[in-house]
């Protein structure tokens, strides 16, 4: 196929004027991740709303004094970072009550002797008692006790030299799970946008009967595809600033890591994800059936990519087949960059992911140029016919 960067251009141009033109179609794109964050977000515990969650503190310590009085000072500081704890201070027995009512999601008890033991550098502990409703409520709770943990070590026991803080994952930041979310459902919209735009850039054309028009008007079909992958390539960026300017008024935090590596990360999925959009295009011919299956795609390879959902496929573990698609690659520096704050194999996904993305705008035009001359119609009537015979 011959490749002319004119004819690509003008695709391009005209793809978008024609979202333009429809701005309920862009709004699809931008609602499907939407409504995913916010049903995921509310399926995740519900702990970072308002502006604190009440704990449950009892104090045990019959004789306060300057460390039992300075944790809970710390306790009682405003935190940044949600979910913020409120303290409550109540008896044993009212804190037990209200966490097997499920009223109290946090217990935190001071023990008795807990001055004495800081006081003569002996080892004590703090109790800390979490709902345990499921696995990722337990550890958004734990996060914030854990950094006001921190906090009180580094200020009034940094001195001390016999005495240890064993805690697992002691950082000056602890992000909070569902703010690095916005990271990840912002790769499931991208996704989404970038097949359903491509798949419609194309769909349109046999709906609204112009597809014979360009492929008698003698342009390259290549560079005519090539373009609409390019369109939907933009329009699977309409949904990420929604989406983490959302997480920001829901969480009060952004999202670690820098714009220019999720960038550079995502661009080329958006490009490999625009090549089976304009596949499906030419398969399906109708864009009624085109937002089903790019939301279930996307969904799909959301789940898998991001190892949410372990799956088998003939009794083979998905997993390593899944090692060799790009959104894993994705997800892994993403992760890497947002939770750990490191850029360790980032050299390597890019390289993946650039590999498929360069397959893919080479392949994908060439593959759906074969479907588009292909008259399904004719070819179902013939099948028919054979079955008579």
């Known amino acids: 196929m011959k490749l002319s960067i004119r004819v690509l251009m003008v695709s391009f141009i005209k793809e978008l004027r024609v979202w333009k033109r429809n701005p309920r179609k862009l709004l699809l794109v931008i ?25 449950a503190l009892v104090v ?45 999601l946090l217990v935190i008890t001071i023990p008795s002797g807990f001055e004495y033991a800081l006081s003569h550098n002996e080892s004590t502990f703090i109790h800390i008692r979490v709902a345990n409703v499921h696995e990722d409520l337990t550890k958004n709770l734990r996060m914030p006790v854990i950094r006001k943990l ?19 994952n002691l950082r000056p930041f602890t ?19 970038a097949i359903f735009g491509a798949g419609s850039a194309l769909t349109q054309e046999f709906e609204l009967q112009t ?25 699977s960026y309409i949904s990420p600033p929604v989406i983490f300017v ?18 550079a990360l995502t661009l080329l999925l958006s490009v490999f994800c625009s090549g089976i959009g304009i596949i499906f295009g030419a398969l399906l011919r109708n864009s009624v059936f085109t937002v089903p299956l790019a939301a279930l795609t996307g969904l799909f390879y959301w789940i898998v990519g991001g190892g949410i959902a372990p799956l088998e496929l003939v009794g083979v ?42 397959g893919m705008i080479i392949l994908a035009p060439i593959i759906t140029n074969k479907i588009v001359r292909t008259d399904f119609s004719q070819k179902l009537e013939e099948i028919k016919y054979r079955k008579k015979q």
């Open 31 to 55: 609602l499907l991740p939407i409504l995913f964050f916010t049903a995921f977000t509310l399926l995740m515990g519900g702990v970072y709303y308002g502006s604190g969650l009440e704990v």
């Open 150 to 168: 921190d906090l009180f070590y580094h200020r009034y026991l940094n001195q001390d030299s016999a005495v240890s803080f064993e805690v697992e």
């Open 246 to 263: 959302l997480s920001y008024v829901m969480f009060g935090v952004w999202p670690q890591g820098d714009v220019v590596t999720y960038l």
């Open 317 to 358: 573990t998905f997993d390593a087949f899944n090692e060799y698609l790009p959104v894993s690659n994705v997800y892994r520096s993403l992760i890497r960059m947002f939770v750990e704050g490191n850029y360790g194999t980032l050299l390597v996904d890019l390289s993946v992911i650039g590999t498929f993305a360069l």
């Open 211 to 235: 597809w014979d028009e360009l492929n008698l008007s003698n342009q390259s079909p290549h560079s005519i595809f090539l373009g609409k992958m390019l369109s939907g390539v933009v329009i």
């Open 175 to 193: 992000p909070p799970r569902l703010a690095y979310m916005a990271w990840t459902i912002t790769v499931y919209g991208i996704m989404v946008g």
């Open 60 to 104: 045990e310590e019959q004789n306060p004094d300057v460390y039992t009085n300075g944790f809970i000072e710390i306790l009682e500081e405003y935190d940044p970072i949600p979910p913020r704890l409120v303290p409550v201070e109540m008896d044993a027995e009212s804190a037990s009550r209200l966490f097997d009512n499920g009223d109290i």
